[in-house]
């Protein structure tokens, strides 16, 4: 018997041992159309993996609130789930099961009034946008049903907020028609004033939104105060006007470092809150929740019954298709960690804010513009932005691997720029000194490029200048000296 062995012909891919030797990396990936070929699949894997090299690393952007880093375990029943779709609730029931447990906790994390076996009213999104789309047109039926029902008009809803509310929001009031009010901040004042909120209320206003956790600062508004001026409103009124929490950050603060903070449901005017499991929550990006404080604070024509998937499933969403993963993930977050875990991680986000704060300082060059009771977030702006500004700092600080954001404050204080950045539960205290190392080499490289008194330059014209007066004063006694040689 006879064997023959084939080999690859010379130049074929096949008989390459580099991946860098393939034809693959020799021609730039299609940006616009779809190619027309194949190619292996550890080509196209290589390809795409080095290209996503030139991405910052998520550990070192300081930018984002979102959770970078999870344990394995958590990792590995993500990717056990991925390819489970949460809306098909009778096929995956177990999946379910954990959704409503989320719901369940976090709902009397925030203080809910339900019974011991008694089911939460909730739903898990796609962050805290989808929720705050949810929850806002949950207020505006309610007030679209009672004005009907008060034979009155209901064709001009308006939203109280301050100006530093994220953009969500102004997304909300676009796509849904309604008028969002804007509290305009002032320098030293960076979130609401409940005062001036309560002023901008009328019968037209479907809720307040107050914010546990501003993004610009991370500080948290007064809800107690906001729920206690607008109780009096409504008495004096009888309109009634609702308070909607957006705890996107610090939902999953408050509750354990500041436990005393009335800002839930606690409230008799909250009657929703939002907040990002993929934030504090410690989930990586892609899963937020809505929670209402009762039945009645979501009216029914808003749920929808289906029955093409199985059985009949009610659901409020506006993402119709949802994957599981982030889900599953939040409940091993919540009973891996449980309410000392959570506690334990805050406080250790605190201290290291503080680290930062304190090290900030001790530069002399800025004004710290946030709270030490907050979302552990340093927002901090230059004393001095003659020379240089914070936008020339972020983008130094860009070239050494750090995102650390410079925008201006909300309209009110727009002229002020800031810096911030958020300290997240990866951020060791190593790295938090190491970045405020960086931040000072930033600024000393800075003051040498563009120093407080420049050497005096002189141009043409300024040499001229200086020559034309030199000659002024020696001319009368060049021509005293010339007449007396004459003489």
Same mark, same amino acid.
């Given at each position: 018997?006879?064997?023959?062995?084939?080999?690859?012909?010379?130049? *074929?891919?096949?008989?390459?041992?580099?991946?860098?030797?393939?034809?693959?990396?020799?021609?730039?990936?299609?940006?616009?159309?779809?190619?027309?070929?194949?190619?292996?699949?550890?080509?196209?894997?290589?390809?795409?993996?080095?290209?996503?090299?030139?991405?910052?690393?998520?550990?070192?952007?300081?930018?984002?609130?979102?959770?970078?880093?999870?344990?394995?375990?958590?990792?590995? #029943?993500?990717?056990?789930?991925?390819?489970?779709?949460?809306?098909?609730?009778?096929?995956?029931?177990?999946?379910?099961?954990?959704?409503?447990?989320?719901?369940?906790?976090?709902?009397?994390?925030?203080?809910?009034?339900?019974?011991?076996?008694?089911?939460?009213?909730?739903?898990?999104?796609?962050?805290? *946008?989808?929720?705050?789309?949810?929850?806002?047109?949950?207020?505006?039926?309610?007030?679209?049903?009672?004005?009907?029902?008060?034979?009155?008009?209901?064709?001009?809803?308006?939203?109280?907020?301050?100006?530093?509310?994220?953009?969500?929001?102004?997304?909300?009031?676009?796509?849904?028609?309604?008028?969002?009010?804007?509290?305009?901040?002032?320098?030293?004042?960076?979130?609401?004033?409940?005062?001036?909120?309560? =002023?901008?209320?009328?019968?037209?206003?479907?809720?307040?939104?107050?914010?546990?956790?501003?993004?610009?600062?991370?500080?948290? =508004?007064?809800?107690?105060?906001?729920?206690?001026? #607008?109780?009096?409103?409504?008495?004096?009124?009888?309109?009634?006007?609702?308070?909607?929490?957006?705890?996107?950050?610090?939902?999953?603060?408050?509750?354990?470092?500041?436990?005393?903070?009335?800002?839930?449901?606690?409230?008799?005017?909250?009657?929703?809150?939002?907040?990002?499991?993929?934030?504090?929550?410690?989930?990586?990006?892609?899963?937020?929740?809505?929670?209402?404080?009762?039945?009645?604070?979501?009216?029914?024509?808003?749920?929808?019954?289906?029955?093409?998937?199985?059985?009949?499933?009610?659901?409020?969403?506006?993402?119709?298709?949802?994957?599981?993963?982030?889900?599953?993930?939040?409940?091993?977050?919540?009973?891996?960690?449980?309410?000392?875990?959570?506690?334990?991680?805050?406080?250790?986000?605190?201290?290291?804010?503080?680290?930062?704060?304190?090290?900030? =300082?001790?530069?002399?060059?800025?004004?710290?513009?946030?709270?030490?009771?907050?979302?552990?977030?340093?927002?901090?702006?230059?004393?001095?932005?003659?020379?240089?500004?914070?936008?020339?700092?972020?983008?130094?600080?860009?070239?050494?691997?750090?995102?650390?954001?410079?925008?201006?404050?909300?309209?009110?204080?727009?002229?002020?720029?800031?810096?911030?950045?958020?300290?997240?539960?990866?951020?060791?205290?190593?790295?938090?000194?190491?970045?405020?190392?960086?931040?000072?080499?930033?600024?000393?490289?800075?003051?040498?490029?563009?120093?407080?008194?420049?050497?005096?330059?002189?141009?043409?014209?300024?040499?001229? *200048?200086?020559?034309?007066?030199?000659?002024?004063?020696?001319?009368?006694?060049?021509?005293?000296?010339?007449?007396?040689?004459?003489?």
């Amino acid at each position: 018997m006879h064997f023959t062995l084939a080999f690859p012909k010379p130049g *074929s891919d096949l008989c390459l041992r580099s991946n860098f030797a393939s034809r693959y990396v020799r021609a730039s990936l299609p940006r616009f159309s779809m190619p027309e070929n194949s190619m292996p699949k550890k080509a196209a894997y290589q390809n795409i993996h080095d290209e996503l090299k030139l991405d910052a690393n998520p550990k070192m952007n300081l930018a984002s609130f979102v959770t970078t880093s999870m344990e394995e375990e958590c990792n590995k #029943l993500m990717m056990e789930s991925i390819n489970k779709n949460y809306v098909d609730m009778d096929e995956y029931p177990a999946t379910t099961d954990l959704h409503n447990r989320c719901v369940n906790m976090i709902a009397r994390l925030f203080h809910a009034e339900i019974g011991e076996n008694e089911s939460a009213i909730g739903a898990g999104t796609v962050g805290s *946008s989808e929720a705050i789309m949810l929850a806002g047109l949950a207020f505006k039926k309610r007030w679209q049903n009672k004005r009907k029902a008060e034979g009155k008009p209901y064709d001009k809803p308006n939203i109280v907020t301050g100006a530093n509310v994220q953009v969500c929001w102004k997304k909300f009031a676009s796509y849904f028609d309604v008028e969002l009010r804007e509290v305009k901040l002032s320098e030293g004042n960076y979130v609401m004033d409940p005062a001036k909120a309560v =002023e901008m209320v009328d019968e037209n206003t479907i809720c307040v939104a107050a914010i546990l956790g501003s993004t610009y600062n991370g500080e948290f =508004e007064d809800v107690k105060l906001l729920n206690d001026l #607008l109780l009096e409103k409504n008495k004096q009124t009888g309109w009634g006007t609702p308070i909607h929490v957006d705890a996107a950050s610090g939902g999953f603060i408050a509750p354990f470092i500041y436990p005393e903070l009335e800002w839930d449901f606690r409230l008799p005017l909250v009657k929703s809150i939002n907040v990002s499991g993929h934030k504090y929550g410690l989930v990586y990006a892609g899963i937020g929740w809505v929670i209402w404080r009762s039945k009645e604070d979501l009216p029914e024509e808003l749920v929808f019954h289906i029955n093409y998937l199985g059985a009949d499933q009610p659901t409020f969403t506006l993402n119709f298709s949802k994957g599981s993963s982030q889900i599953i993930a939040q409940y091993y977050q919540l009973i891996r960690l449980g309410k000392e875990g959570y506690k334990s991680i805050m406080e250790n986000c605190r201290e290291n804010a503080m680290v930062v704060k304190e090290r900030l =300082e001790k530069i002399g060059c800025f004004n710290i513009l946030s709270k030490d009771d907050g979302v552990p977030v340093v927002a901090f702006s230059l004393k001095d932005r003659s020379r240089y500004d914070e936008f020339k700092i972020s983008k130094m600080l860009r070239r050494l691997g750090w995102v650390v954001p410079a925008y201006p404050m909300p309209p009110g204080a727009q002229h002020i720029n800031a810096l911030r950045v958020v300290v997240r539960a990866d951020l060791s205290r190593t790295l938090a000194e190491c970045l405020v190392l960086d931040i000072e080499n930033v600024v000393h490289e800075l003051e040498k490029l563009h120093p407080k008194y420049p050497a005096k330059t002189t141009n043409i014209k300024e040499k001229k *200048s200086a020559f034309d007066a030199r000659r002024k004063i020696i001319a009368p006694e060049s021509n005293k000296l010339q007449k007396i040689m004459a003489a």
